[in-house]
Structure formats: structure tokens, C-alpha cells
């Protein structure tokens, strides 16, 4: 039976826990302005995550897209899974158009396709594979820099060691990609301080409007997750939750049948 003078407390200490994280992060004043030439290093220096080790796998520069209404009258949320395989060629397209480097030559200017606060792109993304065509299982990560996919790992109980991570375990389950969304905190806080965290919600939520817009287009469905078992997930990529976490989960396959709603 449930302590309803515990659940009380917990409700209320929930909700000013939600207060507390609003007043801390809003503005009273501006700081005093600073020339952007005098700007300090790690205000101004882009950082790209890597595991130089590991296994490398090139992908190839998708063609240019041609993005129509159509495509945005068809994004929604799809939570029925053929199992099927994804092709490397889409999940190239949909890790390059998502978060990749618009333009090679101008790596220190981290052109991407979405927008970032101050030009930090905290957002670090790691594919977990269960069924791509020539590509075998296990947790990737995105090294935007060269447009590759670093091969990591295989976690003992793969994959179940990931949907035990969900209450939607049948969705994940039956998903040929999961892509784990992580940010590094640092990167953004460094130079906005505690209100940087609504940066990087926001940089989340543009990211995932690539991922469904792409996804749309390629023809293959999309669903994103918000709940999930934080210290698990984390765990399992091997990032302390403190300085980078787990901030958002979005399941990718092939559709066995009509839209599963928002």
C-alpha cells in the first residue's frame, strides 16, 4: 500500500525541484559585454568527441535532399517495427544530415545543420546497431569530424541489456537502430553557466526535428523516447553521467504498418 504522506512529500519536493531549475537558470542582468575578439579559448574552441583506437567505418557523403511540404506533412511518430534491416546508406544519410559537418573546410567554425548556442554543439550521438546491413551489432559513436562511425563495443545481454533500459521494450526490441543523443555539458555551460542546460535542451530538440525530418524523407519511421533508466543507459556507453549523459533515445526502422501516433 502506498505511504500517501510520502507521496506527498515526493510530489512537492518534484515540483519545487522543477521551480528550483526555473529560477536558477533565469536571467536578472546581463554580464558585462565582451568583444568577440577577446572571447576565451574555450568559449570559442570547438570540440569533437572521439575514440581514436576503435574501429573506424568511412561513410559516404550522402547526395544533396531535396526536402518538399510533403515531407513535412509525413513526420510522425512510428511505433510498430518490421524488424527489418536499415541500410548503411540510410543511417549515413540520417547521422550526416542530423549532425554532421556542412562544410569540411571549415571544420573550426562547426557548420552543422541545426542551431547551437554560442556555437558549442555539446551534442555527442552514439547509434546503438541491431540490424544495419554490413554493419555488425553492438554501440557506435559519430565522429562528425570525419564522418564516421567509431565501433565500440558489445555489452554482455546485447540487446537486451538496452530495452531493459525502457518500459517500450517491444518497440526497441524491434527497431534496427537505437541513437542515443548525449551532451557534454561543459561545453555549453562553460560560457552561458546553469541557464546553458536550456541550451541544450533546445540543441536536443532541433537535433530530433533533423531526425524525423529525415527519416520521413528516407521513408522509414522514427520514434523518440524520454523515458528510460538514466544510470543503466549511461553505464552501458561508459560516460559518468555528470560530465556527459544520456539526454534523449529515438528508436529507427523500417514501418510494418501505418502510423503509431504522437
Known amino acids: 500500500m502506498i505511504n500517501k504522506r510520502l507521496l506527498k512529500r515526493f510530489k512537492f519536493f518534484q515540483r519545487t525541484s522543477s521551480q528550483i531549475y526555473r529560477e536558477v537558470t533565469k536571467l536578472d542582468e546581463f554580464r558585462k559585454e565582451i568583444p568577440v575578439e577577446k572571447y576565451p579559448l574555450p568559449w570559442t574552441k570547438v570540440y569533437y568527441k572521439g575514440y581514436p583506437k576503435f574501429e573506424k567505418i568511412r561513410l559516404i557523403k550522402p547526395r544533396k535532399l531535396l526536402i518538399n511540404e510533403k515531407v513535412f506533412r509525413s513526420r510522425e511518430s512510428y511505433r510498430s517495427y518490421s524488424g527489418k534491416s536499415l541500410s548503411l546508406a540510410q543511417l549515413a544519410t540520417l547521422l550526416y544530415y542530423t549532425a554532421g559537418l556542412k562544410d569540411n573546410t571549415a571544420q573550426d567554425i562547426g557548420n552543422r545543420f541545426y542551431p547551437s548556442a554560442g556555437g558549442r554543439y555539446p551534442i555527442e550521438l552514439y547509434p546503438v546497431i541491431f540490424n544495419v546491413s554490413g554493419l555488425k551489432h553492438g554501440i557506435y559513436h559519430y565522429h562528425l569530424k570525419t564522418n564516421s562511425l567509431e565501433y565500440l563495443w558489445i555489452p554482455r545481454k546485447f540487446p537486451d541489456a538496452f530495452t531493459e533500459c525502457f518500459q517500450q521494450k517491444g518497440m526497441v526490441k524491434m527497431s534496427s537502430v537505437l541513437l542515443l543523443f548525449t551532451a557534454c555539458f ?18 536536443v530538440g532541433s537535433m530530433q526535428q533533423n531526425v524525423y525530418l529525415i527519416c520521413a524523407y528516407l521513408g522509414i519511421g522514427c520514434c523518440s523516447i524520454g523515458g528510460y533508466l538514466d544510470k543503466k543507459m549511461n553505464a552501458l556507453l561508459d560516460v559518468d553521467g555528470l560530465t556527459e549523459s544520456t539526454v534523449l533515445a529515438v528508436t529507427i526502422g523500417t514501418k510494418r504498418r501505418a502510423k503509431g501516433g504522437e
Open 186 to 203: 561543459g561545453r555549453t555551460e562553460i560560457k552561458y553557466g546553469p541557464r546553458g542546460y536550456r541550451h541544450i535542451m533546445i540543441n
